[in-house]
């Protein structure tokens, strides 16, 4: 049944290396959309300045209208940035919890593999205990003869 145990073993083992993985890669893209985001965040601070300047300023109609219609666009762009980092941090959370399912089926297959390894110890000091004893009733035996 050991032997049983440690494919289990290994086999979770693989799975959870690949959990793992995945979560590495999902952690890494919801910190590279958070950056985005704030990124976004600075440009659109930026051009409302800037608009603010050019607004206090002899200016143009046109100019201040391309300013404008320029930060709506980051706008609606940190909009879906912030859809995206909702999403990610869906993803990540889910499989962080797949992660931990896959590692308690981990250890749960550690600790049967240790169980049996434990098990067959005992088993065959047993087995040698018994084979002692009998060896020593033989050899008792032929000295009484």
């Known amino acids: 049944m050991s032997n049983a145990w440690n ?8 799975a959870s290396n690949k ?3 995945e979560v590495r890669n999902l952690k890494f893209n919801f ?10 965040d600075s440009l659109i601070e ?3 300045q800037k608009l603010i300047s050019i607004q206090k300023r002899s200016h143009s109609s046109s100019e201040v209208t391309a300013y404008r ?9 940190k909009h879906r940035s912030t859809q995206q980092v909702t999403e990610s941090k869906q993803l990540l959370e889910s499989a962080k919890l797949k ?3 896959i590692e308690r089926e981990r250890l749960k297959y ?3 593999v240790d169980r049996a390894n434990t098990q067959q110890v005992k088993t065959n000091a ?20």
Request: hydrophobic fraction near 35%.
């Open 7 to 14: 494919v289990l073993l290994v086999k979770s083992e693989n």
């Open 19 to 21: 959990a793992k993985q």
């Open 31 to 40: 910190e590279k959309l958070v950056a985005q985001g704030h990124q976004l």
């Open 46 to 48: 930026d051009y409302h």
């Open 69 to 77: 219609n320029f930060i709506v666009q980051l706008e609606n762009l």
């Open 99 to 101: 992660l931990t399912d």
């Open 110 to 112: 550690e600790s049967l």
């Open 126 to 145: 047993s087995i040698e205990s018994k084979a002692y004893d009998d060896q020593g009733t033989l050899q008792y035996h032929w000295k009484q003869r």
